[in-house]
DNA sequence: ACTACTTAGTTCTACTGTCTAACTATTCGA
DNA sequence: TCGAATAGTTAGACAGTAGAACTAAGTAGT
């Protein structure tokens, strides 16, 4: 077993990898947690952002995108469309097709919002030099990467 | 403004940081999910896992950790303390605080899912290089740091 | 054209995790 | 000893999630 020190060294580097995602995603989500409207959680933010940067989305994409069943999608959707910052709209082709589109007001707020996360975002990179930010999330852009190809894994496939 | 250059850079990486991080961390809870046995939740076995760990600790303590309230705490311990993983004690110096600790059964399982979290993110760390893999770690763990130290940011400070 | 299958989305029910406020029990301090 | 502080729990509310049953709409086979 020549390798055995080979093994011992990724096992250290998935214990270190392991405890700094569990400090860098509570922090992260506590901070964004606070940047948050009184009317909005996180993940609600999270899905008017992706339709803001979609510009337009269904149900079936989202939970295929956010990983989740088109259940929990619809709960969501209704509590924002309630709130008045999304529009339902049916496909003219296909009327079983929900188009999710954002109001003026949820544009509004989506853009507000941002712009205080990237503050805080920036506040948090300006910690590091350029070349070890670009090299890092370049890593971590191959990670994303992995993980989408590793997606067979994933095992969300053919839910509901 | 000479540094307007710089700024869009930073915006670039925020950005990109942006997209990596969401495909990242929901992949990468759909694969913790995937692995978790029927009986328990992905932030059931993060409890467990500290605990393990950490060998023993307080509802303030963990409520501290894990960054939310205490009677959050109470919900999950209680639910694991049903379940017979967990054991609450009383500290006999001072019997207003409460001891917990794993039992037996909640070891034996901890280490079972353990181990194959561990080979699940071998596996997608094997996709790296040593070094590439290393250096984003050491930059991962500064990252950690930086949030730990803008904690007065987190104000989950004096709740409750 | 009629029937059966598929697909998109919603509704309903149940459970986990979360927060806040009110509460109990214990310790500390003046 | 009495009042304040601390550790934890309880109760009530809500968001997010899953799964099963359902509606509405489109597709295919015959």
């Given at each position: 077993m020549s390798n055995n020190c080979h093994g011992d060294m990724i096992k250290e580097l998935i214990h270190r990898y392991e405890r700094a995602h569990f400090t860098v995603e509570r922090k992260l989500y506590a901070l964004l947690r606070d940047l948050?409207?009184?009317?909005?959680?996180v993940d609600q933010f999270n899905m008017i952002r992706f339709l803001q940067f979609n510009g337009r989305s269904t149900p079936s994409e989202l939970a295929e995108v956010f990983g989740v069943g088109k259940s929990s999608i619809t709960a969501i959707i209704s509590r924002l469309s309630d709130k008045g910052f999304i529009r339902r709209l049916s496909e003219e082709?296909?009327?079983?097709i929900v188009i999710l589109t954002l109001t003026e007001e949820g544009k509004r707020l989506c853009e507000s919002i941002d712009a205080r996360v990237e503050a805080m975002l920036a506040d948090i990179m300006n910690h590091f030099e350029e070349e070890e930010a670009e090299r890092f999330i370049s890593t971590f852009e191959k990670l994303a990467d992995v993980m989408a190809g590793t997606a067979g894994l994933g095992s969300n496939e053919g839910k509901e």
């Open positions: 948050m409207p009184a009317e909005l959680t082709s296909d009327r079983r």
